[in-house]
């Protein structure tokens, strides 16, 4: 295997005629999609870039880009409303999301999970439950006539904790040693874990009564044993799948083998997680969970540069992931804050989304350790609670959307603050900490 970027090359080329034969039987022009991958690529970098510049993560740019995008018509440029409408384009975003969640996967590791200690585990569930009821209440509170299962799941928006974020902003101030470090990244880990699992306990019950089906509390309780049963199932019996898979690919010859097997074995638990009714997204998340370097160690050999398979995504990656958080941001209508108590809503949601990690403290068992760095540590959304909110806009109960337009705007305002507020407060409290 010469390049990683061999690899996207080629797979651009073959996913060009598959567009065109998608766009010819959906009847729809294959040329403007085309330019409008080329406009999400150039927007997306080019505000990537600057905030990255001003020290601020590049998913706030990519977002950011989609918001000015989706949102030209009211300066009277029309010509980009049609992109986040595209069928086409909607695929890239949902495959996007897949390699999103398959190399959050990977960055976690399983072992230092069952490691972290009590106090970890306390905070993740803290951080969990106590968001998601003041989600329930605020958005009960502004929108009583939205059904509460809608409620919950906006809820659910704010449960996960973005890694990335508070990674990175540890790994700058070389804090991720210490002490609340350890117990924010293992909390972060399990938050996502966690998450995913409210996430498919809440969209499993909604797709349920949007069906007719009444609730009963044994919908939950079989919903929540799948969720548990198939990521447990992809830990025992991935794990075994994954080696063996890998080792066969060992002795065939050809190069690309070890990114082609990855991105087979992601998609394919996907799909199997599709089929026992969770988003195909815990599937993606469970492969980067059980997929091992040690698994594909005969094929990184071959392979003169010694890639891992995380690097080997990054640039299908960079090419398909900037698609989705463009396309959530062009889901945002500025408009919708043109009413008072939308711009009320969206304030009301970010304090409790902030207050509610806060809640996280009370789990920090170590002596000597800073509750409140712990806290803060925890506040950034991020991609998963973009996830969630995209997720939430495609579901209906009685045809009533589930998160609607100006409740999505109010969920991404809230996503682009946290996200914005956590590193000057995580910096200003770590830095003045001993080790």
């Known amino acids: ?68 995008l989706g949102n030209l018509a009211l300066v009277g440029i029309t010509g980009f409303q049609s992109l986040s409408a595209s069928p086409i384009l909607r695929v890239m975003a949902e495959i996007g999301v897949l390699f999103l969640l398959f190399d959050v996967g990977l960055e976690s590791d399983v072992a230092k999970m069952l490691k972290v200690g009590m106090s970890s585990l306390v905070v993740a569930v803290l951080g969990v439950i106590a968001p998601m009821i003041l989600g329930y209440y605020v958005t ?52 996502d874990v966690l998450g995913l699992i409210v996430l498919a306990v809440v969209q499993g019950i909604i797709q349920s009564v949007d069906r007719g089906v009444p609730f009963q509390a044994t919908t939950v309780l079989w919903i929540v044993a799948k969720a548990v049963l198939f ?48 988003a195909p997204i815990v599937g993606a998340f469970a492969a980067g969970l059980v997929l091992d370097e040690a698994h594909y160690s005969e094929l990184r050999a071959r392979d003169p540069r010694g890639s891992h398979v995380h690097d080997l995504l990054r640039p299908i990656a960079a090419f398909l992931v900037p698609v989705f958080f463009v396309l959530m941001g062009m889901g945002v209508d500025l408009r919708a804050f043109a009413r008072g108590d939308i711009l009320a809503y969206a304030a009301v949601l970010t304090l409790v989304a902030i207050l509610g990690k806060q809640v996280c403290a009370l789990g920090v068992f170590e002596r000597g350790a800073d509750r409140l760095a712990v806290g803060l540590g925890m506040i950034p959304r991020g991609e998963v609670g973009l996830i969630f909110a995209g997720i939430g806009a495609t579901l209906t109960i009685g ?16 996503v682009a603050l946290t996200t914005l507020l956590t590193p000057p407060l995580l910096v200003w409290k770590m830095r003045g900490l001993r080790d």
Not at 243 to 266: D, H, N, Q, S, Y
Not at 399 to 414: D, K, L, P, Q
Request: net charge positive; hydrophobic share 60%.
């Open 399 to 414: 045809g009533e959307r589930v998160i609607t337009s100006e409740i999505y705007s109010a969920v991404i305002v809230m």
């Open 231 to 278: 990521l447990g199932g992809a830990l025992l019996i991935g794990r075994w799948l994954s080696r063996r898979v890998f080792l066969i690919g060992a002795r065939l010859p050809g190069e690309g083998l070890m990114i082609t097997i990855a991105i087979a074995f992601c998609f394919a638990m996907s799909w199997m997680a599709a089929r026992v009714g969770l």
């Open 140 to 191: 009960h509170w502004f929108f009583p006539d939205h059904h509460g299962l809608a409620n919950w799941f906006v809820g659910a928006t704010l449960c996960a904790t973005s890694v990335g974020i508070t990674a990175r902003v540890l790994k700058d101030i070389n804090r991720i040693s210490s002490r609340e470090g350890q117990i924010i990244l293992g909390a972060a880990v399990i938050d």
């Open 1 to 68: 295997m010469r390049r990683p970027h061999a690899f996207l090359f080629a797979c651009t080329a073959l996913l060009i005629p598959t567009f065109a034969r998608a766009a010819d039987a959906a009847h729809i022009d294959l040329p403007p999609v085309l330019l409008g991958i080329v406009v999400i690529l150039l927007a997306a970098r080019l505000a990537g870039a600057l905030f990255e510049a001003l020290r601020l993560p590049a998913v706030l740019g990519e977002l950011i880009a989609g918001v000015v």
